[in-house]
């Protein structure tokens, strides 16, 4: 009877490191799927501020002098919480350098004039 009673609690150990490996792994293949999709709200931002800036250009023949303008001028908002972001203006005919790295990444997606 007792052999019995060991024989039924193996099957119970196997079925919870089969859990824990497929928690491992699920958990593995998610921060790949966040980086990414931080990475992609880097060049969202990074394209609406060109976008914007082309804009300010258009309408009012210089670009933005710095990103407080267009912000305030033309109601863009950028999320500053995850992500940096690097305006430099050259000059006013010159479009910007504009940098964006997600907090926490090495990775920066940048436009060059």
């Known amino acids: 009877m007792y052999s019995d009673r060991k024989k039924r609690i193996w099957p119970w150990f196997a079925i919870a490191a089969a859990l824990l490996v497929a928690v491992f792994l699920i958990a593995g293949q998610i921060d790949p799927q966040r980086r990414e999709i931080r990475e992609e709200g880097a060049v969202a931002i990074r394209e609406l501020i060109e976008r914007t800036a082309r804009q300010c ?57």
């Open 57 to 113: 250009y258009a309408v009012e023949g210089v670009y933005p002098p710095n990103l407080a303008y267009l912000e305030d001028h033309y109601g863009i908002e950028i999320n500053k919480k995850d992500y940096f972001v690097n305006y430099e203006a050259f000059a006013s005919n010159f479009p910007p350098s504009v940098l964006i790295t997600p907090k926490g990444s090495t990775r920066a997606s940048e436009i060059l004039p």
